[in-house]
């Protein structure tokens, strides 16, 4: 922390009895110092450099159980903040040791940011570029074994891959893999006999993509997205001859490659675990985080649906959507956007003590990642508008929702990443909602007027749009969204 921000900070200490009328021991001891406060700084050395401000001191010194009495007590000091400021104060007289202490280290080059998250982008569209490629395989296929399907892997990913991620942080990659492996058996099982009576073609349908969704979670969550992203390659390969017409032995080489996908994605489970012998926690502390992932997984359900209901709805099996372009390019742009916005705002915190400075940094940084939010936003709007008035364009409104949808896309990870799910839920759900409830229980519209669903669509995804816009712009500034 610098010095200027302290300057509010009192920095004499307030009238003392003589230690012996106090009943407290000497402060010296022969030439050693006993002095309480400075002990504290010294044990508090790393806490007051990574902090913003005092308040946040004052933060973890009561976390720790010093409070306003013992201040008084042990300290001397009147309250817990003026404690935390003298603790500051001791921490800026010894600089040099804290300059020595915390060293800024490198991070990865642009390069390499851009690399894993154009690596990580593309895992993520793995399960959607596939579908889309092998779309003439599963055309009439039962609506449960695509879209139930779908659904299932989408929201179960999501609820899945938060999970994973608990378990990385506390018992490491194998318990991570292991868990989203036995979730997405359970998935499996459960689907299984939701589709009894379907037949074999339905099965290999639901299961191929709850495989591809399982690989993408356990490829993320375990961060080995480039050796599952070389696995992945002749699944690309095959989809792509699957597209142009080859035949049943491209089915055949695609189901090949998934199989051998799979088991390069979760070869973890195989590893030993690092967590040795440590229980897992009990139930009662497990309930927390299955709330959240349930909460989660209703967010990528309602992602889901959504992309089913304006993008996916009545596509022709011989050829790729326009609607899909947007989305196949705006997703590594939306992760290359979010990547940006979180290393500026972590060498903000890094190299920023003073709480005023890194606020108007957090101010700068924020507006401009919401800049670059609004773009998808007030494009679709743009096409959306010139369709109204008579100006055609190739994709028409269908293209102009596709865009408004990566926009939303877009908002719900942003909300999401912030702590704001049960917002992001919303705002995915509620146009969600509307257009595939008008669609099926007003079917007379569609019939009357053909475009009214693409118009709809628009409507809905403009209403969800420009609020969450606005939410996720408040998020993004709000400094407590980053702890």
Same mark, same amino acid.
């Given at each position: 922390m610098s010095a200027d921000s302290l300057l509010v900070v009192p920095m004499q200490r307030r009238a003392r009895p003589p230690a012996l009328e106090r009943g407290e021991s000497l402060r010296y001891v022969g030439r050693a110092s006993t002095d309480p406060v400075a002990a504290l700084a010294d044990r508090m050395l790393e806490d007051c450099v990574g902090a913003v401000d005092v308040d946040e001191v004052a933060a973890i010194l009561e976390a720790n159980g010093i409070n306003d009495r013992v201040a008084d007590r042990e300290y001397g000091l009147p309250s817990v903040f003026a404690l935390a400021g003298r603790v500051v104060a *001791?921490?800026?007289?010894?600089?040099?040791?804290?300059?020595?202490?915390t060293p800024l280290e490198e991070g990865p080059t642009p *390069?390499?940011?851009i690399t894993d998250t154009l690596t990580r982008a593309t895992i993520y569209l793995t399960p959607l570029a596939i579908g889309l490629g092998a779309a003439a395989e599963v055309d009439g296929a039962p609506p449960l074994a695509t879209t139930g399907t779908l659904l299932l892997g989408w929201g179960g990913g999501q609820a899945l891959s938060y999970l994973g991620y608990r378990a990385l942080s506390e018992r490491g990659v194998t318990a991570a893999a292991r868990l989203l492996g036995a979730g997405f058996l359970g998935l499996a099982a459960v689907w299984a006999v939701a589709l009894a009576g379907s037949g074999v073609r339905a099965y290999t349908i639901a299961g191929v993509q709850l495989a591809l969704f399982a690989v993408?979670?356990?490829?993320?969550?375990?961060?080995?997205?480039?050796?599952? %992203?070389?696995?992945?390659a002749p699944c690309w390969v095959a989809t792509a001859c699957v597209a142009l017409g080859a035949g049943t032995w491209a089915v055949t080489a695609l189901l090949g490659g998934v199989v051998a996908l799979?088991? &390069?994605? #979760?070869?973890?489970?195989a590893g030993a675990d690092v967590s040795g012998r440590m229980p897992w926690r009990r139930w009662r502390s497990w309930r927390g985080d299955i709330g959240y992932a349930l909460l989660y997984g209703l967010v990528g359900t309602g992602q889901a649906a959504l992309l089913r209901a304006v993008a996916l709805d009545g596509i022709a099996p011989h050829r790729v959507p326009v609607q899909? &372009?947007? +989305?196949? &390019?705006? &997703?590594?742009?939306?992760? %290359?956007?979010?990547?940006?916005?979180?290393?500026?705002?972590?060498?903000?915190?890094?190299?920023?003590?003073?709480?005023?400075? #890194?606020?108007r940094r957090l101010a700068r940084i924020s507006k401009s990642t919401a800049g670059v939010l609004s773009v998808p936003v007030a494009l679709g709007a743009a096409i959306a508008?010139?369709?109204?008035?008579g100006i055609s364009g190739p994709g028409g409104q269908a293209l102009a929702a596709a865009i408004l949808l990566?926009?939303?896309?877009?908002?719900c990870l942003v909300l999401a990443a912030h702590g704001r799910a049960g917002t992001a839920a919303l705002v995915v759900w509620w146009p969600t909602l509307l257009v595939a409830g008008v669609g099926h229980w007003a079917p007379a519209l569609v019939h009357v007027a053909p475009t009214f669903t693409e118009t709809l669509a628009v409507a809905?995804? +403009?209403?969800?749009?420009l609020p969450g816009l606005a939410v996720a712009a408040l998020v993004l500034r709000d400094p407590e969204s980053y702890r």
């Open positions: *001791r921490t800026v007289e010894t600089a040099a040791t804290v300059v020595q202490a *390069r390499a940011v993408a979670a356990v490829a993320l969550v375990t961060r080995r997205e480039r050796v599952v %992203l070389a696995a992945a799979l088991a &390069v994605a #979760f070869r973890p489970v899909a &372009v947007p +989305l196949l &390019v705006g &997703v590594p742009l939306i992760e %290359l956007t979010l990547v940006w916005h979180q290393r500026r705002i972590a060498y903000a915190r890094a190299v920023l003590a003073d709480r005023a400075a #890194f606020d508008g010139a369709v109204w008035v990566t926009g939303v896309y877009a908002l809905t995804l +403009l209403g969800a749009g």
